[in-house]
């Protein structure tokens, strides 16, 4: 990782992207996406990460996110990516609904043989640019990016009716995952 990309000090807040290698859409199923909601409240419930925003794309995820227990924000980040690259990976081999499942399949097959951190798969791009959210401009401003990726990817007509992301919970409504709010 990148000097300019570091998380320095883990009691602040980071704006943080995770991409499916190649950009490859694989979030257009229900069940790959409860994959990745059960595992961020499982992070939430066991290892501390306090999120305040989020929005699962087709291909990506981003997030809005802290601490609030004694590990660190990249070990959780490490240890949610790992996990949900191997549950979602493992869940498209037993799909038998999945009509790219050998496609799919193969090119994360084919990244990992070009890498030297993964074994059978490669699901996610290593990097995921953590930027600190100094001050309350930054944050409102990533705040209203992630919530308005849907809307500018033509998901949805209001960045609070999309499924999956907090932008319904700063509407007022609830969403899948608890949150805390940005003040």
Known sequence: MSEKYKIRDQDKIYFVTFSVVQWIDVFTRPVYKEIVIENLKYCQEHKGLEIYSWCLMPNHI??????????H???????????????????IEENPQESRRDWLLWMFRKLAEKSNKHQKYCFWQNEYHPIELSDSKMMQQKLDY???NPLTEQIVNNPED?????AI?????????EIKFIE
């Open 73 to 91: 924000i990249q070990d959780i980040i490490r240890d949610f990516k790992k996990y949900t690259s191997v549950k979602i990976t493992k869940a």
């Open 146 to 148: 992630i919530h308005n």
């Open 62 to 71: 981003h997030l809005i996110v802290g601490r609030n227990g004694q590990e």
């Open 169 to 177: 919970d700063y509407a007022g409504g609830k969403g899948l995952i």
């Open 162 to 166: 999309y499924l999956y992301s907090s």
